[in-house]
Nanobody, 121 residues
Framework: QVQLVESGGGLVQAGGSLRLSCAASGSIFSINAMGWYRQVPGKQRELVAAITSGGTTNYADSVKGRFTISRENAKNTVYLQMNSLKPEDTAVYYC???????????????WGQGTQVTVSS
């Protein structure tokens, strides 16, 4: 089992920045890729960004150039730096461990509790 704890969400004005953090604990040796997903009411959860243990990244087209995912393996923590935020970035953001770089579920599938990000216009 893997436990994920997210932090860093909040309310920000358009054009502002936020940084999300996700700390993993438990059977972390089994984790390769970690990622951030987001969901708004009535829509499917979507991949925002993912990163492998080796540092390979993948981003949704809508966030390329604005968001940066990074990973600190020694602390078992993944970050999402979000710059130039837009109102359409408003969503609940979830951390995931074990899906692959493109958001495809493998054997396991671990999720954090979610953190709300609200961008006002």
């Amino acid at each position: 089992q893997v436990q994920l704890v997210e932090s860093g969400g909040g309310l920000v004005q358009a054009g502002g920045s936020l940084r999300l953090s996700c700390a993993a604990s438990g059977s972390i040796f089994s984790i390769n890729a970690m990622g951030w997903y987001r969901q708004v009411p009535g829509k499917q959860r979507e991949l925002v960004a993912a990163i492998t243990s080796g540092g390979t990244t993948n981003y949704a087209d809508s966030v390329k150039g604005r968001f940066t995912i990074s990973r600190e393996n020694a602390k078992n923590t993944v970050y999402l730096q979000m710059n130039s935020l837009k109102p359409e970035d408003t969503a609940v953001y979830y951390c995931n461990a074990a899906r692959n770089l493109y958001g495809v579920r493998t054997v396991n599938d671990y999720w954090g509790q979610g953190t709300q990000v609200t961008v006002s216009s």
